[in-house]
């Protein structure tokens, strides 16, 4: 099975830095994904890792550790439009299991 | 360019009755997804399909469920006999190869 977790909720203001931490122990792994996900709306891709180590992608960065089942998401300079909900998910072969998604609140 | 479209956007329909969802996939993408997500069993995939083969439906909820995709422009997932517990956000969502998933807008089902 697939078992793979991340906080219910976080808050944080404008301006600042918050880190969504993500653990996985999966039976498999073909890569790490996070996906931002509004109320309503579509998840929709934010980053990949599929090698240890951060990746940056502008305000977002990544950072994953494969020996340890550990993923973050970073957000820097946080903005109102940055309130929503993020999905970590493992890849196996072409199948991802999704977490149940971190609710990000930015206050002003 | 055109992303994943789905098909209604909204249903309203009464416990019992056949309920269609479409999917138009990305073109040139040869992998096809369909999700349910809810707020008891966040998101959840049902099935995939490659080239439009059926790879892996492990995650269908029973024989009240069934997916088709007869060519690569176009995908249905069928529910009949429909139940309250069927109610949920279904999205589709397609793939080239082992690049990310790009999601539709979803339909959101509700059984009476």
């Known amino acids: 099975g697939q078992n793979i977790d991340q906080p219910t909720e976080m808050t944080a203001t404008e301006g600042a830095i918050v880190q969504i931490n993500c653990t996985y122990q999966t039976s498999g792994f073909n890569g790490l994904f996070w996906y931002q996900q509004h109320a309503g709306e579509a998840p929709t891709f934010l980053s990949y890792n599929v090698l240890d180590g951060l990746e940056e992608k502008g305000r977002f960065s990544s950072f994953l550790s494969r020996s340890k089942g550990y993923s973050y998401l970073l957000l820097k300079e946080l903005q109102m439009k940055d309130s929503a909900s993020y999905l970590c998910?493992?890849?196996?072969?072409?199948?991802?299991?999704f977490g149940a998604g971190t609710t990000v609140t930015v206050r002003a | 360019d055109a992303g994943v479209i789905q098909s209604p956007r909204h249903e309203v329909t009464e416990m019992g009755q056949e309920v269609t969802l479409r999917c138009k996939p990305i073109s040139g993408h040869d992998y096809l997804f369909w999700y349910r997500q809810t707020m008891m069993r966040g998101l959840e995939l049902l099935i995939y399909?490659?080239?439009?083969?059926?790879?892996?439906d492990s995650g269908m909820p029973e024989d009240r469920f069934s997916a088709k995709m007869p060519n690569a422009s176009f995908s249905t997932l069928k529910i009949q006999p429909s139940e309250p517990r069927d109610s949920a956000v279904y999205f589709c969502?397609?793939?080239?190869?082992?690049?990310?998933?790009?999601f539709g807008d979803g339909t959101r089902l509700s059984i009476l």
């Open positions: 399909f490659n080239n439009n083969v059926p790879i892996d």
């Open positions: 998910a493992v890849r196996l072969d072409y199948k991802l299991s």
């Open positions: 969502a397609s793939s080239s190869g082992s690049q990310p998933q790009h």
